[in-house]
């Protein structure tokens, strides 16, 4: 009989008081537990589980499956310190296929698939225990599952780099019990659809071990490993292994690793890498240094977990991508270099540094030189030394007279309305933002152009507010998105002023909006919501929108006239939206109509805004108003009022004549701009929107009989039936280039 290893004394002085209950639920029957171990590694984690069985014979029966790299010379023939621990290993599969490359992890998997069957129909486990992440566990989950054998996985749950991760969490779907180290981990178990009740936060079973070591001497290791002179916080462990989604990447790191180490000139212990696909190039990479000769290297192939240990818990530092220098280094505040993207998301304390660049040796070599001999804060993130007597208490809960059929804990899912294809097109929705001289607003336009939400609030008088409000009001808006079963495909925006929409540029603004020119609007609501952006003026959304929702329809060549505070538009010509060669085509407001008019906004005179506008029609009613001119019978005006065009328009239609010849005169000017359109693009439908174009409509016609071409004259006129063409337009263009990407 062997002596009690540091492992078995250490488990023994647990108190095991609370685990000792019956097992009723059982039949009294030992539960028959196979641990599995594939490499050094998965068996620090898992000794500490598998001495704690073994002391619970009245309990549970082990059975102890060995496979892998534990069996390879190669990697030190492991499978040794499993006997030293005295442990039974009736089972021993070969299992690895060298080649250590790609193909090699698949066949390996292959082989071990091929082997498991026979075995596990011998032992007959009630339970198998697997660890972690790697391509031998994996063919073990598989195994266990397909022959209905209940699985516990350890460290589940965590999120690291390279094909690890796909590895880890399809053995999470596979397992039937789960224990993990971190809150998080249980979160990430939880959001996968695990039952929370099989979910075990026990935390890392290797610091149970760990912990217990903390305070003991650690001289005779450091000497035995490195040699009698050895100073403590004086040398460099390195362990790096290959990242087997891109191995030509990280046997360069490798190289560049090796050549910083050999430059920082300090005694450094070397371990051999894992059994993954790259790893012999990565041993070619040390050999063609000489490292395993080189005076400052001690290059080893396996330590024992104790002794390994205390070697990282007294190192000035420990460099490479090892899941060991993010997680147990932290116990004893190590200073670690992580090098790569092998561990990019594992929680760690503050004493790593990421390298995720390691691109060059100077990099690395500043890094070290940041690192190397300082002692930072013990960070327990991973485990708080109680794991195994958690995770006992937990084998001796799972009753196995319980059907064997996996539940997940799926998330309400709401019910879909509709499976039709019209119901998929609405789904896929814009976010439209529309920028008034008044208001922000923003809605959520659906492909029918359909408004299913929107958003509203005053607009800014500052850019910095202005643009801090919109991506306060589309982030609101994704949010509600996905609440409303919307898929947002992009951004519109329509903004007053001139555009460069290639850009998503506003180039100059309308007096109604300040700090408004030279504005990028693309970049920073593209950045904020990783959608992409597109950016138009609000007349060539108005015209948009008619093409894609209204009146425009299926028409080649359109002209769409706003008629509100200002006069806008868009031309639509052989369904190309025209925006000129500097951005400032179909300002139709600006159209002159007459050499000696009233003042425009524009600084000109006689432009069609000078007469139809909203903005002169109040002017012209001030004016009325002034001379006592404008109020009719059946007309009232309080003494704060402001008089508006709603008040010309009012008298106009209880007989006052003046009101009506205003209006007129309106309807008049912007029949001559439209007939100038006519001559210019020679549209088949004009479109007048806006709170005006009712009221101006029949003039435009009988202008166009009067003054247009015989050849034009044919030309329809409608009133646009949208209630939100700004909205609608900006939503249209997302909707109709958002396959495409560019506009």
């Given at each position: ?472 009001m589309c982030m609101d808006a994704t949010i509600q998105a996905v609440q409303l079963n919307c898929r947002i495909l992009g951004v519109g925006i329509s903004t007053g002023g001139r555009v460069n929409p290639k850009e998503g540029l506003v180039l100059d603004s309308t007096k109604l909006i300040q700090e408004w020119s030279s504005v990028d609007l693309r970049t920073p609501i593209s950045d904020y919501l990783h959608l992409p952006v597109w950016v138009d003026n609000d007349g060539n959304c108005a015209a948009l929108a008619e093409r894609k929702f209204g009146q425009g329809k299926g028409v080649e060549s359109c002209v769409t006239v706003i008629t509100g505070t200002g006069i806008g538009g868009g031309i639509i010509h052989h369904n190309e939206l025209i925006h000129g060669s500097s951005f400032c085509a179909a300002e139709l407001g600006h159209l002159i109509v007459s050499l000696d008019g009233p003042e425009c906004s524009c600084g000109g005179q006689g432009c069609i805004e000078a007469y139809a506008s909203g903005t002169a029609l109040q002017r012209e009613a001030k004016r ?120």
């Amino acid at each position: 009989m062997c002596s009690s290893s540091p492992h078995e004394l250490y488990f023994q002085s647990l108190s095991l008081k609370p685990l000792k209950k019956t097992m009723e639920k059982n039949g009294k029957r030992k539960l028959r537990v196979c641990v599995a171990t594939c490499n050094r590694a998965d068996y620090s984690k898992l000794a500490p589980i598998m001495f704690g069985i073994k002391a619970e014979p009245d309990l549970f029966e082990l059975e102890v499956v060995v496979l892998g790299s534990h069996l390879i010379d190669d990697y030190g023939n492991t499978y040794r310190m499993i006997e030293q621990d005295d442990f039974d290993i009736p089972t021993k599969l070969h299992t690895i296929v060298r080649g250590e490359d790609e193909a090699a992890m698949v066949e390996s998997v292959g082989l071990a698939l091929v082997k498991l069957p026979d075995v596990l129909n011998r032992i007959k486990p009630d339970i198998m225990i697997v660890h972690g992440d790697r391509f031998d566990a994996l063919a073990l989950a598989t195994a266990a599952a397909l022959m209905n054998i209940r699985i516990i996985h350890i460290e589940g749950g965590e999120v690291s780099g390279t094909i690890d991760d796909s590895i880890r969490h399809a053995i999470t779907k596979l397992a039937h019990y789960h224990v993990c180290c971190t809150r998080t981990a249980e979160q990430h178990l939880i959001a996968m659809c695990e039952d929370h009740d099989h979910i075990l936060l026990a935390g890392c079973p290797s610091y149970d071990k760990m912990l217990s070591l903390k305070n003991m001497d650690s001289l005779n290791a450091l000497r035995s490993w490195l040699g009698e002179d050895v100073k403590v916080k004086d040398y460099i462990v390195a362990l790096q292994h290959p990242v087997t989604t891109d191995i030509k990447h990280s046997i360069k790191m490798f190289e560049l690793t090796l050549d910083a180490l050999i430059s920082f000139n300090k005694r450094t212990l070397i371990l051999f890498p894992n059994v993954d696909a790259g790893s012999k190039e990565m041993v070619r990479a040390m050999r063609k240094r000489g490292i395993e000769h080189h005076p400052n290297f001690q290059a080893v192939k396996h330590i024992p977990f104790e002794q390994f240990i205390q070697l990282v818990a007294n190192a000035g530092c420990m460099i490479g991508n090892s899941s060991c220098g993010v997680r147990e280094a932290g116990a004893f505040g190590t200073p670690v270099i992580n090098l790569g993207t092998r561990q990019t998301g594992r929680e760690t304390g503050e004493n790593v540094l990421h390298v995720r660049d390691a691109d060059s040796q100077n990099k690395i070599i500043h890094a070290l030189q940041l690192q190397f001999g300082k002692q930072y804060p013990c960070s327990k993130i991973y485990g708080d030394g109680s794991a195994v007597p958690r995770i006992l208490k937990f084998l001796r809960t799972i009753d196995i007279s319980e059907p064997m059929q996996k539940k997940f804990c799926f998330p309400p899912v709401k019910e879909s309305i509709s499976q039709d294809i019209d119901h998929i097109l609405e789904v896929q929705s814009a976010l439209a933002v529309d920028l008034g001289g008044t208001n922000l607003r923003v809605a959520i336009v659906s492909m029918k152009g359909d408004i299913i939400k929107k958003f509203t609030h005053p607009n800014p008088k500052t850019y910095e507010e202005r643009i801090k409000s919109i991506l306060k009001m589309c982030m609101d808006a994704t949010i509600q998105a996905v609440q409303l079963n919307c898929r947002i495909l992009g951004v519109g925006i329509s903004t007053g002023g001139r555009v460069n929409p290639k850009e998503g540029l506003v180039l100059d603004s309308t007096k109604l909006i300040q700090e408004w020119s030279s504005v990028d609007l693309r970049t920073p609501i593209s950045d904020y919501l990783h959608l992409p952006v597109w950016v138009d003026n609000d007349g060539n959304c108005a015209a948009l929108a008619e093409r894609k929702f209204g009146q425009g329809k299926g028409v080649e060549s359109c002209v769409t006239v706003i008629t509100g505070t200002g006069i806008g538009g868009g031309i639509i010509h052989h369904n190309e939206l025209i925006h000129g060669s500097s951005f400032c085509a179909a300002e139709l407001g600006h159209l002159i109509v007459s050499l000696d008019g009233p003042e425009c906004s524009c600084g000109g005179q006689g432009c069609i805004e000078a007469y139809a506008s909203g903005t002169a029609l109040q002017r012209e009613a001030k004016r009325l108003h002034d001379e006592d001119q404008l109020l009719v019978e059946g007309m009232e005006l309080k003494n704060d009022e402001t008089v508006t065009a709603i008040h010309l328009i009012q008298a106009s239609k209880l007989g006052n004549k003046k009101a009506e010849s205003i209006l007129r005169t309106g309807g008049l000017a912007l029949g001559l701009g439209v007939v100038n359109i006519l001559h210019t693009v020679n549209p088949s439908l004009v479109i007048l929107s806006g709170v005006l174009a009712s009221h101006y409509v029949n003039i435009v016609q009988e202008v166009i009989s009067q003054r247009a071409l015989i050849s034009a004259q044919s030309v329809d006129v409608v009133v646009s039936n949208l209630s939100d063409p700004a909205l609608l337009g900006a939503a249209s263009m997302v909707l109709d280039y958002a396959t495409r990407r560019t506009y």
